[in-house]
């Protein structure tokens, strides 16, 4: 099947499974405008994809994902339009993970900060290096943490915990994600790949209707509580782009990445 896609997210096929790969590595993997539209349309596609059985993402080069890109964010505050197609995409794409059809085994290959922390929350069975971490850092930034992370993190973990990470914005490295809930295996670096394969591969040779009809009985519980939570997210998070406190912190920023 073809995958009409950014080229900042690429799928491979691999017999029933399909790699995912967010493929912005000199920058990365940060989200920009092309990667936030493709995560937003791959699931979808991954669904439509008949032949497809599991789904494993990863980011290529050193990081899963750095989080937003600075100069979307920038354009974001200056420009209401453009921040509202943004946060419309990413109520898609935090629904489009939860009813996706085939399971998502995340291969946190490297720090996954911002959304990229989102997306594995949002996944299935979550393998993480041993050096990465996650971190939600929207709240420091100056942003409601509206996709993701505080959404999901109440069924991953205690409620203590999850607000504890959301308000700091601190990194979980791979031990603590494990202990607490938010990872299922942590993996030397360099492994984390061909784990999540492998277990991508054990679950496409499961039965097929009773893999995808569990994973959707447990994701009603996801989708229930995202869908009480969602849409004041998403409107307070449009909100936190008329603040000084945002937009100081995107100023300075990129002020300290061009000097």
Known sequence: MDY??????????DGPVRIVRLARPD????????LHLGLTRVFPLLSADRDARVAVITGEGRAFSAGGDFNLLDRMVKDRALRHVVIAEGRDLVLNMIRCRVPVVAAVNGP???????VIALSDVVYMAESAYLSDPHVPVGLVAADGGPLT?????????????AFTGDRIGAARAKEIGLANHVCPDGEV????LAAARRIASLPQQA?????????????RAVLATID???AAETDSFETDDLRGNVNRFLKRSSG
Not at 4 to 13: K, N, S, Y
Not at 193 to 196: D, P, Y
């Open 4 to 13: 009409p896609l950014p080229q900042a997210v690429r799928v491979e096929t």
């Open 193 to 196: 790949l061909s784990a999540a």
């Open 153 to 165: 993190w109440p069924l991953h973990t205690s409620l203590l915990l999850a607000k504890e990470y």
């Open 27 to 34: 920058q990365l993997n940060a989200v920009n405008d092309e």
């Open 112 to 118: 996954a900060v911002g959304l990229g922390c989102s």
């Open 211 to 223: 893999v995808e009809a569990t994973k959707r009985v447990l994701n009603l519980h996801v989708e």
């Open 232 to 234: 004041f997210a998403m």
